[in-house]
């Protein structure tokens, strides 16, 4: 089921997303951009995308790595 909702933008935001998106589109631009932010399953199906970079993940597990010895048990 689709909601009808009303934003207000900016003239120059509006003429925008009229001359690049096109009239009959705006409202699946909007959509897609802001679905990933609201939803927990698209957050869910990024994180798993995310993951499955290889390349992102090794980095990620190397950076984590160097960072360990920057944590002290000492007291404060």
């Keep these: 089921m689709q ?27 909007i959509e897609d951009l802001v679905r990933p932010h609201v939803l927990d399953e698209e957050m869910e199906r990024a994180y798993a995308e995310m993951a499955q ?10 950076w984590s790595e160097a960072t360990v010895g920057d944590v002290s048990d000492e007291p404060r």
Excluded: Q
């Design 3 to 29: 909601r009808k909702l009303t934003i207000t933008v900016g003239e120059e935001v509006y003429a925008g997303l009229h001359s690049r998106i096109g009239s009959g589109r705006i409202s699946r631009f």
């Design 53 to 62: 970079d290889e390349d992102r993940e090794t980095e990620a597990l190397e």
